[in-house]
């Protein structure tokens, strides 16, 4: 039975409006998909410790859709990560993203980006964020999509997410990561690392990195790609040259027009290409 939702036990029970004041002031390149012709909604989905709440986009009148799990930013689901939804949802896909941090914390009012790794995300294990996936690939079956064409894609945070879900759920078709972390130090709430489970990948995934990201460097993308490589795995990581990271988030200076575009493109045909379309 699903455990009632507990407000003690759940920091988040509903998703805020706009941008996470981490990313003031907003870029004029921000993007706003429309909405019309599409079926959206702030949904709960059971977990199984209560419900967390998750923005779902699909398009209107339509079911049995192939579905994408929007894993989100290290700001949490704020408006560019229901924008991305609404993109995916205006190609045909249900698109879905949980509020991973349901139980540690709002993001959301923080500005300091360092305060909110040590209050809120240096908390969320893995395994919770593991589980409250199978949890929203479920819930997708629930509104009748079609779960068996399962996708995921995750940015920053959630780029790393990525990985780790695609050598978790079998049932998993294809992933992209955007910009995900792939080495770190492990610890009871992370035990493992993109690098670590490079051979326990049960779905290709595309990992999409700047050639410029100070925060990810190069040397441990060519790491990952080696594993990858003695691993056997379909999977291959693309990188931009020129790019920082963040290159698709539209909202902040980082963004890269022209990367972003074939990034997506680039994306949305390895979907099809692997069976979740």
């Not at 909405?35 to 989905?45: H, M, N, P, S």
Request: glycine content about 8%; overall charge negative; charged content about 20%.
């Amino acid at each position: 039975m699903t455990a009632v939702l507990s407000r003690r036990a759940f920091s988040i029970t509903a998703l805020g409006a706009g941008f996470a004041a981490a990313v003031s002031p907003v870029a004029a390149s921000a993007i706003a998909t429309p909405a019309d012709g599409l079926d959206i909604a702030e949904v709960q989905v059971p977990v199984a410790d209560g419900a967390i709440p998750a923005y779902r986009a699909r398009p209107a009148g339509r079911t049995a859709e192939a579905v994408v799990i929007v894993t989100q930013e290290i700001f949490g689901v704020h408006e560019h990560i229901k924008d991305l939804c609404r993109r995916l949802a205006r190609t045909g896909y249900y698109a879905i993203a949980p509020a991973l941090y349901a139980r540690q914390g709002d993001p959301a009012p923080y500005t300091d980006i360092d305060k909110l790794v040590e209050d809120i995300v240096s908390k969320v294990p893995d395994a919770q964020v593991m589980a409250d996936l199978d949890a929203t690939a479920s819930f997708a079956a629930s509104e009748r999509a079609d779960s068996a064409k399962l996708a995921i894609t995750g940015f920053c945070w959630g780029g790393r997410i990525v990985w780790l879900y695609a050598a978790h759920n079998p049932s998993l078709k294809a992933g992209a990561a955007w910009y995900g972390r792939l080495v770190g130090e492990s610890n009871a709430l992370r035990p493992k690392h993109p690098i670590d489970v490079a051979a326990d990948l049960k779905a290709p995934v595309l990992g999409l990195y700047g050639g410029k990201d100070q925060g990810i460097p190069l040397d441990t993308v060519e790491r990952m790609n080696a594993a990858l490589t003695a691993a056997g795995s379909p999977s291959r990581i693309i990188v931009y040259p020129e790019a920082p990271h963040g290159f698709n988030a539209d909202y902040r200076p980082s963004y890269v027009e022209a990367d972003a575009a074939d990034a997506w493109a680039k994306m949305l045909a390895w979907f099809a290409a692997n069976g979740a379309a």
